[in-house]
């Protein structure tokens, strides 16, 4: 079975490589066996995380990318695919949040949220489908969130775009199935991120996140590199048009409160 979880020989593209889920992915992805290329808004964050690929004994490239665009998105994919001639993963990680009650979010904030999450993410995913159903294999990997399931006062912009993504994944999937190319998505809990970092300097706010799950702490952003990885490898060949959670039994707890006996 051990030959199933390797990335040996095969061409992963990481967008949002240039920190957190995003670097952790790539850097997984490549001490699997991938030769990986990272991309990032910030070329030079990814050309740093390529370099600790390289530094680690791994094979990477790095480019700059704007998820937003069609043409950058649509470049970067077929850079990426000029290295082996082929692409056989593609991840991406990039989201943004706004946090406002609904009667006080603007058209603006709504527009830009939609269009990183929402915009961005199907800009991937058209360009990954143009290279990977003509070439009759591929696998690739959003990521969306519990807030697909679940959200919270504040939240509604940001959960509406992960639970679009997650339609996404499972349209795409459907379309391509027979085609040889699997479409997925990781569904993170609370991770320690650039993203999350503003939650962490308020440690009321913080240890209510943690204390929701029966885990009782945060993830770090490594421990959303195996979940990702395991959806490019060929152990999840018969998985697609599905979301793994991997939020420490977010989802799977009702309540902060045990009772008493238990």
Not at 70 to 88: C, G, P, Q
Not at 216 to 235: C, H, I, K, Y
């Amino acid at each position: 079975m051990k030959h199933l979880f390797s990335l040996e020989g095969k061409s992963i593209a990481v967008i949002g490589a240039g920190s957190g889920i995003g670097q952790a992915c790539a850097i997984g992805a490549a001490q699997q066996g991938a030769f990986v290329s990272c991309f990032d808004l910030k070329a030079d964050t990814a050309a740093q995380t390529a370099a600790m690929i390289t530094k680690d004994g791994g094979q990477a490239a790095a480019g700059a990318i704007d998820i937003t665009n069609a043409t950058s998105v649509n470049d970067a994919i077929v850079e990426a695919a000029s290295h082996h001639h082929r692409l056989d993963g593609v991840v991406c990680t990039p989201a943004i949040n706004v946090r406002k009650p609904i009667l006080k979010y603007s058209g603006d904030e709504f527009d830009r949220v939609v269009q990183v999450n929402l915009r961005g993410n199907f800009n991937v995913l058209q360009s990954a489908g143009w290279l990977m159903v003509p070439q009759g294999f591929g696998s690739i990997v959003l990521f969306s969130s519990i807030r697909s399931i679940v959200t919270e006062p504040g939240q509604s912009v940001y959960s509406m775009t992960k639970a679009g993504i997650l339609q996404l994944v499972k349209t795409a999937a459907t379309e391509w199935g027979t085609k040889g190319v699997r479409v997925n998505a990781v569904g993170p809990g609370v991770i320690e991120t650039p993203l999350t970092a503003p939650i962490k300097q308020n440690p009321e706010w913080y240890n209510a996140y943690a204390m929701k799950n029966p885990m009782n702490r945060w993830a770090q952003a490594s421990e959303m590199a195996g979940p990702t990885v395991f959806l490019l490898s060929d152990a999840a060949s018969y998985i697609t048009g599905t979301i793994l959670y991997a939020d420490g039994g977010w989802l799977a707890a009702d309540g902060r409160f045990t009772p008493p006996g238990m």
